[in-house]
Each structure stands twice: as structure tokens, then as C-alpha cells.
């Protein structure tokens, strides 16, 4: 039996920031008291004026592996959150070959990430055209929930559901309370770009895209009774679409990513692919209403969206070469390491809280996954736990990231906040450490290598 007794003077728990302490007894919070809180344990850490927070839950990871190991894989990308003070990830169904919409697939994936998780893993199945049958076997095998795309995805073997499609699935996964979480772009309203410029890529997938195809989503949660979930909103304009039909009583949740809320599009140079992403980064603009969207609720979490890539995908000849076409380059921006940070120093210059912060980046993310012992400091939640820095400032340097690849649109940018001690399960733990994550199934148990549902 092993227990730790930390104490912080600003404690991250019941939606505020006050002294308290945690009381943790094998991996699992069993008592919070005041600051003062005296219990004889193995250690005691006094974190004084530092804050400690919940270890963040990330609900838009792609690991990549197996199959595309060669962008991200488990070992790599779990150290990079580890260092970011994410406690817990949970993998999309695509990039990785195969594609996780099978049982066969995700025992591929438990048995490629088993033994080099350095935090907990838990997995999203995939919900393509023909599917069907298979996704009550994975919701059975322990996946949190269903992925899906209206547009092409850039995996051909993750090809998009069609209206009719995503009702059905979603119909089949209404009982279970698992959510559909959606790449929303219509891509009737998506062209090619014009040119090579950004512009002329942001212009080519306009808001009108995201809003026609949030309405495509909408429409079939009320149809379904299911819950579904926005990833990656990036047009703020959807905000109030989305908080009509939540206020009309449908089961809809939404999230956005620190890259919509760090970066506008006025200050993308030429060339610089880094920045490629769909939906694109818009104007400051956007940027603002995004910030006001999550002020009043109608956007609820904000996820990394971590979809690397090797520089030559990117069309870059060498990093920060400035020669990428964004065309033709692959999207995705990797900020599993950087993505508290770079929230909280625009957060913080809002007026936002530290508990704001862990509402939509661990607490909203770990409900949504259907992980009830995550993202709270809570009895009977696991003691994952981050002691954060949050005047700290310093300069991104992608050399230094753990990230498999360094490429990164943060490169030089000055942050504010750093992550200075995690704790999984109760235990404290560095990148360098052997690792000790687990895989999770919806509900929090451990998944392992005999799967049911096949
Ligand atoms: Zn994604």
C-alpha cells in the first residue's frame, strides 16, 4: 500500500482555486482536506504558492501507430504529453494502418502500445461506410466512443459517412451513451484553393463549411438520441448554431484547439506549411468569437488535435524553410507538449481562472471519453496531477520538444506558464522514466490483450 499527502496554497478542485490537499492511496485520490490536512503517508509534498492541477485529459490525439509510426508513435507522443502535463490521451481511429474499425484493428493498436505508454491511453473507434456491424464488437472491446468524417479524411482507407450513414451509426451507438465525435466540413462547400497562398487556403474551406455540416450533425443527434461531439471547431460563427440546439435539449458538446485560439491567419507567411490544418486557422477575428464562444459555454473543451507528420509531408525541405505549399501539404499541427501553456497565456491575459483551463482541457475531455475517475482532483478520481508554473516564461524551441518531429508553428514564440512536476496514479514521473501508462477502456478499467467483442 503506497500513499502521498500534496498540498498546494492553489489547488485546482470543485471548479475553483483554493489551499486544500489530496490524500492519495494507491494511485486514487481518498480524501481532499484543507491545506493543513495531516495524514502519516510514505510522502508529502508541499507544492506552497505553485498550483496544482488535474492532470490534463487530451481527447484528440493521433498516435499514428502502427502503420505511420514514422509520424508518432506511442512511445514518443506519451513522453511529449507527459512533459506537457497531460496525464491522459485518447488516440484517434486513423492515421494508423489499420485504421481502428475493426476489434482485429484496435487489438493491433493495445498491442503496439502495450509496454511504451509513459501516461494512460484510451482508444476511439472509427465509424466508415460498411462498418455497421462492427462498432457495438469495439463499444464492447472497450473504445470510448466512435470517430467519423464528412469529408475526405486524407486516409483513403478512412473514407467519410454520408448523411444517411452518420444517422445510422449514430442510432446504433444512442443506447450505449457513447459519443460520435465528427469532423465537421460540408464538402460541397470546399474548393480548391485558388492559389499557393494561405488565403487562398483559408478561403477554399470557408465557416460556411463547418456551419452546413454541424447542422448535417445536429440533424442527426435529434434524430438518434445520441451524443455528439465537434471536434476541432474552428469558425467561431458556429457558436451560436451550437448553443441553440444544446439550449433545444440535444446532446451536442463541442471542442476547439489551442492552435484556433493562439494563432490568426494575418500572420501565416508564405510558405510556412507549419501552419496547415483543417479546418484552417482564420483571421483574428474568429479567433476573438472562439474566445467568446468558450467564455459562454458553447464551446466546451479545447483539445490538442496533435496530428504530426514527417517535414517532407509538409512540403518543407528543411525545417522553418518557408518553401511548403499549402496546396498540397499534409494538415496537422503537433501541441500535445505545448498546448497548456500556450492556452493559458492567452487565457490568463482574458481573465480566465487555472480552473477554467482544467475544465475544458481535462475535466469536459475525460467526461466526454466517458473516463469518470479522470481530469478532477476528486475522491475516488486517480491521482494524476500536474504542479504548474503559471508565470513562468519562456521561448518554444521545437529542437526540444519530445514530439517525434520538431516541426512546429510555435517555433521562437514566447509562452507563459511551464509544467513543472506530473504525477501518474500517484506516482511522481519525467519523460525519462520507464514508462507507466495504462490502456483504458470506456469507464476506466484497463484494457488488455484479450479483447472482448470479436
Ligand atoms: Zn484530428
Same mark, same amino acid.
Given at each position: 500500500? *503506497? ?25 486514487? #485520490? ?18 506552497? @504558492? ?28 506519451? &513522453? ?26 484496435? &487489438? ?31 463499444? @464492447? ?7 467519423? /468524417?464528412?469529408? @475526405? ?21 444512442? +443506447? ?6 465528427? !469532423? ?38 435529434? /434524430? ?5 461531439? #465537434? ?35 494575418? +500572420? ?5 506549411? +507549419? /501552419? ?44 522553418? *524553410?518557408? @518553401? ?8 496537422? #499541427? ?70 517525434? !518531429? ?49
Amino acid at each position: 500500500m *503506497s500513499t502521498l499527502l500534496i498540498r498546494s496554497r492553489r489547488m485546482v478542485a470543485a471548479g475553483g482555486v483554493s489551499e486544500g490537499a489530496a490524500f492519495v492511496l494507491d494511485g486514487r #485520490i481518498a480524501e481532499i482536506g484543507g491545506y493543513d490536512l495531516q495524514r502519516d503517508a510514505d510522502r508529502t509534498v508541499d507544492l506552497g @504558492d505553485l498550483p496544482l492541477l488535474p492532470g490534463l485529459v487530451d481527447s484528440h490525439v493521433h498516435v499514428n501507430e502502427p502503420g505511420r509510426t514514422e509520424w508518432e508513435g506511442f512511445a514518443t507522443a506519451t &513522453r511529449a504529453a507527459l512533459a506537457g502535463g497531460v496525464t491522459t490521451i485518447c488516440d484517434m481511429p486513423l492515421n494508423s494502418s489499420p485504421v481502428t474499425m475493426t476489434v482485429d484493428a484496435l &487489438r493491433a493498436k493495445v498491442a503496439a502500445a502495450a509496454g511504451q505508454c509513459a501516461v494512460d491511453v484510451a482508444f476511439w473507434g472509427g465509424a466508415v461506410p460498411g462498418n455497421l456491424a462492427a462498432i457495438g464488437p469495439l463499444l @464492447d472491446a472497450g473504445v470510448v466512443g466512435f470517430k467519423c /468524417f464528412l469529408i @475526405d479524411s486524407g486516409i483513403p482507407e478512412f473514407p467519410p459517412l454520408s448523411r444517411e450513414e452518420l444517422r445510422a451509426a449514430m442510432a446504433v451507438l444512442a +443506447e450505449s451513451g457513447a459519443p460520435m465525435i465528427v !469532423h465537421a466540413e460540408d464538402p460541397s462547400q470546399v474548393t480548391a484553393p485558388a492559389n499557393a497562398s494561405y488565403d487562398a487556403f483559408v478561403a477554399s474551406r470557408p465557416p460556411v463549411a463547418e456551419r452546413r455540416a454541424i447542422e448535417t450533425v445536429i440533424s442527426a443527434a435529434a /434524430f438518434s438520441g445520441a451524443r455528439a461531439h #465537434i471536434v476541432h471547431l474552428a469558425a467561431g460563427e458556429c457558436a451560436a448554431l451550437i448553443s441553440a440546439a444544446k439550449a433545444a435539449g440535444i446532446a451536442l458538446s463541442a471542442e476547439t484547439c489551442p492552435h484556433y485560439l493562439f494563432f490568426a491567419a494575418e +500572420e501565416v507567411q508564405p510558405g510556412h506549411t +507549419e /501552419f496547415k490544418c483543417c479546418p484552417p486557422v482564420r483571421y483574428a477575428v474568429n479567433r476573438e468569437a472562439l474566445w467568446r464562444a468558450l467564455e459562454d459555454g458553447a464551446i466546451d473543451a479545447v483539445v490538442s488535435d496533435h496530428s504530426p507528420c514527417p517535414p517532407s509531408l509538409k512540403g518543407l525541405t528543411y525545417i522553418g *524553410s518557408a @518553401d511548403g505549399d499549402f496546396r498540397t501539404a499534409w494538415g496537422g #499541427i503537433s501541441s500535445l507538449q505545448l498546448g497548456l501553456p500556450v492556452v493559458w497565456s492567452v487565457a490568463r491575459r482574458r481573465g480566465f481562472s487555472l480552473a477554467d483551463v482544467a475544465r475544458w482541457m481535462a475535466a469536459f475531455p475525460a467526461s466526454l471519453a466517458g473516463l469518470p475517475t479522470k481530469g478532477q482532483i476528486a475522491v475516488g478520481c486517480d491521482a494524476d496531477f500536474v504542479a504548474f508554473d503559471p508565470d513562468a516564461s519562456w521561448e518554444v524551441r521545437g529542437a526540444t520538444l519530445l514530439h517525434r !518531429h520538431p516541426v512546429t508553428p510555435y517555433e521562437g514564440r514566447t509562452l507563459t506558464g511551464r509544467v513543472s512536476r506530473v504525477w501518474l496514479g500517484g506516482v511522481e514521473v519525467t519523460p525519462s522514466d520507464p514508462p507507466r501508462g495504462r490502456l483504458l477502456a470506456r469507464g476506466g478499467t484497463e484494457l488488455t490483450g484479450d479483447l472482448v467483442g470479436a
